[in-house]
Antibody
Framework: QVQLQESGPGLVKPSQTLSLTCTVS??????????WSWIRQPPGKGLEWIGY???????YYNPSLKSRVTISVDTSKNQFSLKLSSVTAADTAVYYC???????WGQGTLVTVSS | DIQMTQSPSSLSASVGDKVTITCQAS??????LNWYQQKLGKAPNLLIY???GLKAGVPSRFSGSGSGTDFTFTISSLQPEDVATYYC?????????FGGGTKVEIK
């Protein structure tokens, strides 16, 4: 059974960089069968797709966040990561990692941007 | 970006009722639509893929229909455990986009 788990700081100061890692178990990112995504959900609001990465390192970012987002992959650790720079309070959200077909999601991690 | 207009934003129905949620895409997305169920405090759970495909293990009271720009999600007989927010998501074009969600409650 494929499982995903997000990890990273739950509190980030304004203007700093949010960094999260997603560890995949029960399946290999290197299989090349799927893209691997990041999605976020502000408290009480809907879902926003951030972007995804393929095992080769190929990425696509949501244009609304493109200037601030970097998604990377470490196939040796079966992990992929999200960096979001210059954060503001508007970036406070639960951040989810998911397999590209939507079948498997992490439990989500709340990241609060506050000084 | 493709806009996904989901309606209604909320509904209240009785146990056993048929519930219908619609999702309209701003342009043709063929069949590339997912439906998710999200319970409070949990990650979204995929129920329907490719507009009509029922994920393995999902009860048959859930179904999806449509193609192109107009899609429907149906719960044929609402159960107490179906209380949740439901989202559509298109994956035909990048960026992938979600509908605004429909909160389903029991009357």
């Amino acid at each position: 059974q494929v499982q995903l788990q997000e990890s990273g700081p739950g509190l980030v100061k304004p203007s700093q960089t949010l960094s999260l890692t997603c560890t995949v178990s029960g399946g290999s990112i290197s299989s090349g069968d799927y893209y691997w995504s990041w999605i976020r959900q502000p408290p009480g609001k809907g879902l926003e797709w951030i972007g995804y990465i393929y095992y080769s390192g190929s990425t696509y970012y949501n244009p609304s966040l493109k200037s601030r987002v970097t998604i990377s992959v470490d196939t040796s650790k079966n992990q992929f990561s999200l960096k979001l720079s210059s954060v503001t309070a508007a970036d406070t959200a639960v951040y989810y990692c998911a397999r590209g077909d939507g079948l498997h999601w992490g439990q989500g991690t709340l990241v609060t941007v506050s000084s | 970006d493709i806009q996904m207009t989901q309606s209604p934003s909320s509904l209240s129905a009785s146990v056993g009722d048929k519930v219908t949620i619609t999702c309209q895409a701003s342009q043709d997305i063929r069949k590339y639509l997912n439906w998710y169920q999200q319970k409070l405090g949990k990650a979204p759970n995929l129920l329907i893929y490719d507009a009509t495909g029922l994920k393995a293990g999902v009860p048959s009271r859930f179904s999806g229909s449509g193609s192109g720009t107009d899609f429907t999600f149906t719960i044929s007989s609402l159960q107490p455990e179906d209380v949740a927010t439901y989202y559509c998501q298109q994956y035909d074009n990048l960026p992938q986009t979600f509908g605004g969600g429909t909160k389903v409650e029991i009357k």
